[in-house]
């Protein structure tokens, strides 16, 4: 048997121990919260998970630095979903410091998209990449992305375009901060999201040859969006322009719904989870000694909870063992030897096993999947293409030239209008959640200690090489 000591000790080593620039911790797919964790690459070292990306020809610009190495689960998402994106300068902890980012950076946001055949092992470096979103001065509300990023509690949201064929895609967030040009340089902050995408098609996206990139390779340091100096310059008259390709968004009547699954499904057995790690029910037991069998089937679990938790945090692993370990262990000592209680049933709540959700989701409204003019990009009707330009499903679908499938839009605009992004409520379950007492004990550390970025254009060390 396995002390809850030893266990409880690993809860302390393992706690992430977040520093401070960004980083991508948490999915939405029309609202629903897919976990703090679930389907993101991100390093698992908390010391270096928000950290800028060294050096804009290095590969780990594609997907972040320990971004080819796949995570277990990909979440589904309906091609013309909404999706949100919630980015923490304290990896474990969204309500810290500024909460997204430190107020000093100054540049751009964008999400790009790359198709792949496998989810797991196509390498995210190299072509094949799109931009679907990008924001980077916004004249209406006077306001650079980073501070839009804050005044948002970090949620990020936008649409994926409606034309997208059925597959597996990789979703990258790239915050682009030049607030230090002449000291660190340009720190790119990315990270990638598995996604399963059911569209309308299937086979490749045909994807315009000026507007697919490769990544590393897609921006460069003389870049206009790169040397723009932000102290002596005023966006309002001379703007900023968002590094990378053109705005490419396919449109199309949307998802299907016979598209399957097949990599990376999240277990239908899963009684709880914690970012890519899912808790499987304990063996029955009806002995003293079954009973403690299952006791230590649950505290190896646990221990494997622990050890896979990335710096986004641990809380499904504090559930865990709260609400089924520790209780196995109560019941053998009781001598209470039928079970497991609740046999196959959820553990705990979905919001008790991720940090609180920090603010309102922007852009999603009463309708799941319904864009907002003026939150999200808006796309327009599909456009007539009899069966459209991704012919069948092998793959081979690009070439075909049925080139009024895409809609190509340059978006130098503010994807925003008006005043804050004001939605129609969501209910509240998806919005905000007040701490429980469990996760107001979570043991999240404030270690690290590090500051990424400092509110002076005179910060001078170099990023992410010290
Ligand atoms: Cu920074």
Not at 130 to 152: C, E, H, M, P, V
Request: with cysteine; aromatic share 8%; proline share 9%.
């Amino acid at each position: 048997m396995r002390s809850n000591l030893f266990i409880a000790s690993l809860a302390t080593t393992f706690a992430s121990l977040a520093t401070a620039h960004t980083v991508l911790t948490t999915v939405f797919v029309n609202g629903i919260n897919q976990g703090d964790g679930t389907c993101i690459r991100m390093s698992k070292n908390p010391d270096r998970a928000t950290f800028p990306i060294e050096g804009i020809n290095n590969a780990n610009m594609a997907c972040g630095l320990e971004g080819a190495t796949p995570v277990a689960f990909t979440c589904p998402a309906p091609a013309g979903s909404t999706l949100t994106f919630a980015f923490r300068e304290w990896a474990d902890e969204p309500t810290k410091g500024a909460g997204p980012i430190d107020p000093s950076h100054i540049g751009s946001v964008a999400i790009y998209l790359k198709q792949v055949s496998n989810i797991a092992t196509t390498n995210p470096a190299g072509g094949g990449w799109f931009k679907i979103y990008s924001d980077g001065y916004d004249s209406s509300r006077k306001q650079w992305s980073a501070k839009k990023l804050i005044t948002d509690k970090g949620l990020l949201s936008f649409s994926l375009p409606s034309g997208l064929p059925t597959g597996y895609y990789l979703a990258r967030s790239e915050i682009l901060a030049i607030h230090d040009i002449s000291g660190s340089g340009p720190q790119f902050f990315v990270n990638c999201a598995q996604l399963f995408v059911s569209g309308s098609t299937t086979g490749t996206v045909s994807i315009p040859s000026d507007k697919s990139v490769s990544i590393p390779g897609h921006v460069k340091y003389s870049d206009p969006g790169v040397t723009y100096n932000v102290y002596e310059s005023n966006p309002d008259t001379k703007p900023y322009k968002v590094v990378g390709p053109a705005i490419f968004r396919p449109s199309g009547p949307g998802p299907s719904t016979n598209a399957k699954q097949t990599d990376g499904v999240i277990p239908a057995g899963c009684i709880l989870k914690n970012a890519n790690w899912c808790a499987k029910e304990v063996p029955d037991y009806s002995n003293e000694n079954e009973c403690w069998k299952a006791s230590d089937d649950c505290w190896a679990q646990l221990d494997k909870c622990y050890t896979s938790a990335p710096p986004s945090g641990s809380r499904g692993c504090k559930v865990w063992q709260e609400k089924k370990c520790d209780k196995i262990v109560d019941s053998c000592r009781s001598g209470d030897w039928k079970g497991p209680r609740n046999k196959g049933q959820k553990v705990g709540s979905e919001s008790e096993s991720s940090a609180p959700v920090p603010g309102r989701i922007p852009g999603v409204g009463v309708s799941p999947g319904v864009e907002e003019p003026g939150v999200v990009i808006p796309e327009p009707e599909p456009v007539e293409g009899g069966d459209g330009g991704y012919e069948g499903g092998n793959g081979e679908g690009e070439g075909e030239g049925e080139e009024e499938e895409e809609e190509e839009e340059n978006v130098p605009a503010p994807t925003t209008t008006g005043e804050a992004v004001v939605v129609t409520p969501v209910p509240t379950t998806l919005v905000t959640r007040p701490a429980t007492t469990t996760e107001a004990a979570a043991p999240v550390t404030t270690g690290g200690g590090k500051k990424g970025c400092k509110k002076s254009k005179h910060y001078r060390r170099r990023a992410g090489r010290d």
